[in-house]
């Protein structure tokens, strides 16, 4: 476990280890919850499919494009729970290749109509 105040910055980051250098790496999801096994019921957002949705989030440039870094001010569930814990997808991509995920930023899906 990592330990820290509340509304803390907390910074992270996330490598890359491989023989390629023509790699790029992207945070696409982080999501928090009090509970390790369970993302889904009581969760909170801190970016989905590259969107932000923490105010406090933000991403940090990185000299190395294998190399995502991100930060966030630290929080809890209602004073409830004492731990937090974060899961985070990321995407890996080949560096300039502009129509990859990695390039496309923040992708929001709308629900089409189904009409008559």
Not at 36 to 62: E, H, M, Q, W
Request: charged share 15%; with cysteine; aromatic share 18%.
């Amino acid at each position: 476990p990592y330990y820290v105040d509340l509304n803390q910055n907390l910074f992270l980051q996330a490598s890359l280890h491989s023989s390629d250098p023509d790699l790029v790496v992207f945070v696409d999801t982080c999501v928090a919850s009090p509970d390790p096994s369970n993302f889904k019921t009581l969760a909170y957002i801190l970016i989905r499919s590259g969107c932000v949705r923490d105010p406090t989030y933000s991403s940090y440039y990185s000299p190395y494009s294998s190399v995502a870094r991100f930060a966030f001010n630290a929080f809890s569930f209602f004073n409830r729970h004492s731990s937090v814990y974060l899961q985070c997808e990321l995407v890996v991509c080949r560096y300039n290749d502009y129509s990859s995920r990695c390039y496309q930023g923040c992708v929001s899906r709308f629900k089409r109509n189904a009409g008559s």
